[in-house]
């Protein structure tokens, strides 16, 4: 399917033809069932592990209560954690259901935070009798100690830039020339000192962090469609407003980190959409680094000056800090890999201010090709061998029109699954790519679990 949608569709419009109305609407008439069918049989996964790990606690709690260890103390502890873990598996099935495209974002974050909550408290209980294993260590010695060194520079030099960094741009607003020479003045020589400059996300700061990170824990990366990248210009045309969106499908925290930074190393700056929560453990640390100009704050802190990140995005592409820009579009990690709704406003709310705004708009579609986030919270290591495939480009044509007739039919329709043709290709694109990787089977979910957790029991 998404040979043809290549071929019939996004090569022509590419090359600056119409757009094939009676082919896009066949393709997606096909694709939406195809969707809806592969959120349904995540969805009967994710309950059949649900339903795995909440039948092991409840016999480890019954074995616990019929031997002889049972002391009063400890008694009420493992009650009060029985009926904490209770509690948390009610919150997560009202909100688990997500086979339907236009599931509210606030209630998928509901979902995947309630699971990952759910699977950590459950493997405390079960550690906490003795019945799951200790973490498997996830330090590999060939790689760990250049790992650890990398990782420790990259601490230290990510330290430095929040610091020197948000002073002088505290200070910035006490010198006199800021206020003396017009705005543009001041932009274009912002362009001049620093056209791709963004040493907080490159090789030395957060990429490097996440490769050190790699060699801790040896994972092996590999980067498939690097000649693709030859279709976008990476470091921007002088005096020309470009932007290049690389949207990669969000499904495991960590190795998706780790992929990007083996993908900063092809194409050098970019500017980087992420929660400040995720790397600053506090308020002043999330503020800092959410006024740095190449780190675009999609959290409850937006630094200083507070802008919306669609706002701060365009005054930093309007300065050619860079081009190159990383979204992850579905706005959250999902939990066992299974590909969750694009945000509803992602065409409105991004897409369609840069291009009333004249950028000329490009879209890499990327797949991270990662193990299952869930694994790891179970204790069990994740697949070390990852991949980041880098799709054709949708160069500014096509993603101009494919835009224009989202806008179009929403302005008519309202906005539903069945107005959504440029977030359906993305979804498509990356489902694809996961079937040719080859997801885990439900039995290999379900073995993988019980050894991680130490449950003996299966389900009938």
Same mark, same amino acid.
């Given at each position: 399917?998404?040979?043809?949608?290549?071929?019939?569709?996004?090569?022509?419009?590419?090359?600056?033809?119409?757009?094939?109305?009676?082919?896009?609407?066949?393709?997606?008439?096909?694709?939406?069932?195809?969707?809806?069918?592969?959120?349904?049989?995540?969805?009967?996964?994710?309950?059949?592990?649900?339903?795995?790990?909440?039948?092991?606690?409840?016999?480890?709690?019954?074995?616990?209560?019929?031997?002889?260890?049972?002391?009063?103390?400890?008694?009420?502890?493992?009650?009060?954690?029985?009926?904490?873990?209770?509690?948390?598996?009610?919150?997560?099935?009202?909100?688990?259901?997500?086979?339907?495209?236009?599931?509210?974002?606030?209630?998928?974050?509901?979902?995947?935070?309630?699971?990952?909550?759910?699977?950590?408290?459950?493997?405390?209980?079960?550690?906490?009798?003795?019945?799951?294993?200790?973490?498997?260590?996830?330090?590999?010695?060939?790689?760990?100690?250049?790992?650890?060194?990398?990782?420790?520079?990259?601490?230290?030099?990510?330290?430095?830039?929040?610091?020197?960094?948000?002073?002088?741009?505290?200070?910035?607003?006490?010198?006199?020339?800021?206020?003396?020479?017009?705005?543009?003045?001041?932009?274009?020589?912002?362009?001049?000192?620093?056209?791709?400059?963004?040493?907080?996300?490159?090789?030395?700061?957060?990429?490097?962090?996440?490769?050190?990170?790699?060699?801790?824990?040896?994972?092996?990366?590999?980067?498939?469609?690097?000649?693709?990248?030859?279709?976008?210009?990476?470091?921007?045309?002088?005096?020309?407003?470009?932007?290049?969106?690389?949207?990669?499908?969000?499904?495991?925290?960590?190795?998706? &980190?780790? !992929?990007?930074? #083996?993908?900063? +190393?092809?194409?050098?700056?970019? %500017?980087?959409?992420?929660?400040? $929560?995720? /790397?600053?453990?506090?308020?002043?640390?999330?503020?800092?680094?959410?006024?740095?100009?190449?780190?675009?704050?999609?959290?409850?802190?937006?630094?200083?000056?507070?802008?919306?990140?669609?706002?701060?995005?365009?005054?930093?592409?309007?300065?050619?800090?860079?081009?190159?820009?990383?979204?992850?579009?579905?706005?959250?990690?999902?939990?066992?890999?299974?590909?969750?709704?694009?945000?509803?406003?992602?065409?409105?709310?991004?897409? &369609?201010? !840069?291009?009333? #705004?004249?950028? +000329?708009?490009?879209?890499?579609? %990327?797949?991270?090709?990662?193990? $299952?986030? /869930?694994?790891?919270?179970?204790?069990?290591?994740?697949?070390?061998?990852?991949?980041?495939?880098?799709?054709?480009?949708?160069?500014?044509?096509?993603?101009?029109?494919?835009?224009?007739?989202?806008?179009?039919?929403?302005?008519?329709?309202?906005?539903?699954?069945?107005?959504?043709?440029?977030?359906?290709?993305?979804?498509?694109?990356?489902?694809?790519?996961?079937?040719?990787?080859?997801?885990?089977?439900?039995?290999?979910?379900?073995?993988?679990?019980?050894?991680?957790?130490?449950?003996?029991?299966?389900?009938?």
């Amino acid at each position: 399917n998404t040979a043809g949608f290549y071929k019939n569709i996004v090569e022509p419009l590419n090359s600056g033809a119409e757009l094939n109305q009676s082919y896009l609407q066949n393709w997606e008439s096909r694709n939406s069932k195809i969707r809806s069918d592969r959120f349904k049989i995540w969805e009967a996964k994710q309950f059949y592990i649900v339903a795995l790990i909440h039948a092991g606690v409840h016999q480890a709690a019954t074995t616990l209560q019929a031997s002889d260890q049972l002391t009063d103390s400890l008694g009420s502890r493992f009650a009060a954690d029985l009926k904490k873990l209770d509690k948390q598996f009610q919150e997560w099935e009202t909100s688990s259901h997500f086979s339907q495209e236009n599931i509210n974002p606030k209630d998928q974050r509901k979902r995947t935070y309630g699971f990952g909550e759910y699977v950590i408290k459950a493997r405390e209980i079960l550690q906490y009798v003795g019945q799951a294993p200790a973490f498997e260590s996830l330090s590999h010695s060939s790689t760990a100690l250049k790992g650890k060194l990398r990782l420790g520079g990259s601490l230290g030099y990510l330290g430095g830039q929040l610091v020197i960094r948000s002073s002088a741009n505290a200070l910035n607003y006490l010198n006199p020339f800021h206020y003396i020479f017009p705005h543009q003045w001041r932009r274009n020589f912002r362009k001049v000192l620093f056209r791709n400059y963004t040493p907080f996300n490159n090789n030395g700061g957060i990429s490097g962090l996440f490769k050190g990170l790699r060699e801790i824990r040896g994972y092996s990366v590999e980067l498939v469609g690097q000649e693709n990248l030859a279709q976008v210009p990476l470091k921007g045309i002088r005096g020309r407003k470009v932007a290049n969106l690389f949207l990669p499908a969000h499904r495991n925290d960590i190795a998706d &980190a780790i !992929l990007m930074s #083996r993908l900063s +190393e092809e194409i050098g700056s970019f %500017l980087m959409f992420a929660n400040p $929560s995720a /790397f600053a453990g506090n308020y002043a640390l999330g503020q800092m680094l959410a006024s740095l100009p190449e780190f675009i704050s999609v959290g409850k802190w937006r630094g200083f000056p507070d802008l919306s990140p669609t706002e701060k995005l365009i005054k930093n592409l309007e300065q050619e800090r860079s081009p190159n820009v990383i979204n992850y579009p579905q706005g959250f990690v999902s939990n066992m890999g299974e590909l969750l709704p694009i945000n509803s406003s992602f065409v409105q709310k991004l897409l &369609a201010p !840069l291009l009333a #705004r004249g950028f +000329e708009v490009n879209v890499i579609p %990327l797949s991270y090709e990662v193990d $299952s986030k /869930f694994l790891s919270k179970t204790g069990e290591v994740d697949d070390l061998q990852i991949q980041a495939r880098i799709h054709p480009p949708l160069l500014h044509s096509t993603v101009k029109k494919l835009a224009e007739k989202q806008l179009a039919a929403q302005a008519l329709e309202g906005d539903s699954p069945q107005t959504r043709y440029f977030d359906h290709f993305l979804s498509t694109l990356w489902l694809e790519s996961i079937q040719e990787h080859g997801e885990l089977t439900l039995d290999e979910l379900l073995e993988r679990t019980e050894k991680s957790l130490g449950i003996t029991s299966s389900l009938d």
